[in-house]
């Protein structure tokens, strides 16, 4: 991802690269209750934000702007496609898995479905064009995360699977899993960039 030209736009946002100088703004809404709850990570802390935002993982992540002050991150996480050996080349680098977070405190605005119908039309533009030329987008949740599955819903996504209690919630137990996904045809004919 670091090969595109940034920052992205939208209209009210700027996409970047995640920088480890944006752990303090990073923890200050990660560590919120209602948004700790629902990341796959560790509680997040100053030094794990801080080791996280050095590490490999964090080239995966795009950082959201709005007037000069990060209100969310998205994931976006380029890999193949399960393909038969004969064809394995032509299934590599096809697809994305998607994760978000907004800063709740930015909530209520239509930033969330912004960033991440922002995010989507960089995953679908061609690479001529300056985004990734995926033909796939996935997003999973657990079930309980109402407001994550309802932004997939808005954006047009199917939801593909339900699985049953298999996603270990750090307090709530064993949770159902959502997984949904949309291919870059579906998302041109609803009138989604490029």
Do not use: K
């Not at 809404?29 to 794990?48: C, D």
């Not at 050095?54 to 976006?76: F, I, K």
């Not at 907004?102 to 239509?110: C, E, M, S």
């Not at 159902?176 to 009138?191: I, K, N, Q, T």
């Amino acid at each position: 991802m670091h090969d595109l030209v940034w920052p992205v736009r939208t209209e009210r946002l700027l996409l970047r690269p995640s920088r480890p100088d944006d752990a303090a703004a990073l923890l200050g809404y990660r560590s919120l209750p209602g948004v700790a709850e629902w990341i796959g990570g560790p509680v997040p802390t100053l030094a794990n934000t801080e080791e996280y935002l050095s590490s490999e993982a964090a080239r995966h992540v795009l950082h959201v702007e709005r007037d000069g002050v990060l209100v969310g991150d998205v994931m976006v996480m380029v890999g193949d496609a399960w393909a038969q050996t004969e064809v394995r080349e032509r299934a590599r680098a096809t697809q994305a898995t998607l994760g978000w977070v907004l800063d709740p405190r930015h909530g209520r605005q239509g930033l969330a479905t912004e960033m991440v119908r922002g995010v989507i039309d960089l995953c679908f533009t061609p690479v001529a064009d300056g985004g990734l030329g995926l033909r796939r987008v996935v997003a999973e949740c657990f079930s309980d995360n109402e407001s994550s599955w309802r932004l997939m819903e808005r954006l047009g996504m199917r939801r593909e699977a339900h699985h049953v209690a298999d996603s270990l919630h750090r307090e709530r137990g064993w949770l159902d899993e959502f997984v949904y996904a949309l291919l870059a045809e579906e998302w041109l004919s609803r009138g989604g960039r490029p």
